[in-house]
Structure formats: C-alpha cells, structure tokens
C-alpha cells in the first residue's frame, strides 16, 4: 500500500516571498490533515478536510496561508508572504474515520526555510 | 480545549533496561489518547490507542501505554529497550465527544544507551 506522499521535500525561500506544497493522501481516505511543525514542539493542526470540505481551518494564519483539496483526493497548502515563523516542517496525513479513532498516516513532510 | 504534556525533553535508558516516557492530559469529556513515534527524517507512525476497556494497551515494536484516569496520564513503556528505539515520541489526545480535533504533546527524545 502507497504511503503519503508529500512535495517537495525541502524548500529555501526569502521572507514575503510565497510558497506551496502538495500531498497525496493514500487512496480511499477521506480525511486529510495538514500539520504545522516547528523546531522542538508538537505538530499543531493547521487545517482538517473531509472528502473536499474544510471540517477545522482554526489554526489556520489565513491571512497568509491557504489550501485547497480539490475533487477531494490531492492537497495543495500554500503560504503568501512567507514569514521567518513559517520555518517548520509542513506535515500532511491522512485517514479513513474522520480521525476519531486517531490513526493517522503521515507523509515525511516538507522542511521550509525561511530566511 | 483538550490539552497534553510531556514534561521530559529527553530520557535516556541502557539497552535492555525498562523505559517510560511521560504523559499527561486535560480533556472536558473522554479522552482518546495515542502514542506516535517519529524516526529521523520520516514522518510520524501510530504505536498504540487507548479508547475504552482495559487500562494497558499494547502496540508496535513491543510497546504498551497504561491509562490512568485518576492521575489524568498515558505512559509509554517497554520492558527491554533497543537502541533501535531511539527517536522522537509524542503523546496525543482527542477530546471525544466534543471535538475531532487531535492535539500533540511536544514530544521527547529517548536515547537508548549501547
């Protein structure tokens, strides 16, 4: 079974200058995730989606950050302007129960660097 | 809002000795707990789950977590460690019924002594 694939694998850029990441979650689940990781904390939650609807955008800096799960399969998270905060890894998972019985299946994430 | 902690950055076992990592949890309604480790430069894989029944639960690699709902924690624990068990472990929690939320602790590094 195809695990979660995520793109690219590591990203350089400047401050105020934009960004965007892509996850393939492993076919038939419904749910992804994606995760905000930074240096020394726990990955906190940046936004849920359900089939091609948002469930939890909370965390969400949406003054700068958006995604999008269109046809409910692929995701695309992307970050305009970058920040020098927005240094983390950037981690997208995915599920069959909406999470609830909390197994998650991770990809190796995207290292962003901001400088 | 559910909340998590793990109080140690790092422990540190011998091979072959007893391990246990920490943690703690706040929720309003039943908590489901987890435990996922992460190796270097791969994502986060799931150990274990409490949910409802038995106290200790058993996962991957020979881990177990013991739930204890006085003491409000979820302890990770292994009878014999490896050194290939070192890596980064967090403890989650999702407040069920109120929210599907799954928050992370922010993780400890266990280093397995040769």
């Known amino acids: 079974e195809a695990g979660v694939a995520q793109s690219p694998r590591y990203k350089i850029i400047e401050k105020r200058q934009s960004v965007a990441f892509w996850c393939n979650p492993i076919?038939?689940?419904?749910?992804l995730y994606w995760y905000q990781q930074i240096l020394g904390q726990g990955p906190k939650l940046l936004i849920q989606f359900q089939n091609n609807g948002v469930v939890d955008d909370s965390q969400l800096p949406k003054d700068r950050f958006s995604a999008e799960r269109l046809k409910g399969v692929d995701s695309t998270l992307k970050i305009q302007p970058a920040k020098l905060e927005d240094s983390a890894v950037y981690l997208c998972a995915s599920s069959l129960d909406q999470g609830l019985l909390g197994k998650l299946f991770f990809g190796s994430g995207t290292q962003l660097s901001v400088l | 809002a559910q909340s998590v902690a793990q109080p140690e950055d790092q422990v540190n076992v011998a091979e072959g000795n007893p391990l246990t990592v920490k943690c703690t949890y706040s929720?309003?309604?039943?908590?489901?707990l987890f435990w996922y480790v992460q190796y270097p430069n791969r994502g986060l894989q799931f150990l274990l789950k409490?949910?409802?029944?038995?106290?200790l639960v058993k996962g991957s690699y020979g881990f177990e977590a013991e739930f204890n709902k006085s003491q409000t924690s979820f302890h990770l624990k292994k009878p014999s460690a490896l050194v290939s068990d070192s890596a980064l472990y967090f403890c989650?929690?999702?407040?069920?019924?109120?929210?599907?939320?799954?928050?992370f602790g922010k993780g400890t590094r266990l280093h397995i002594l040769p």
């Open positions: 989650a929690v999702r407040d069920d019924p109120r929210d599907d939320k799954i928050i």
């Open positions: 076919s038939g689940h419904a749910t």
């Open positions: 409490y949910i409802t029944g038995d106290n």
């Open positions: 929720v309003s309604g039943n908590p489901y």
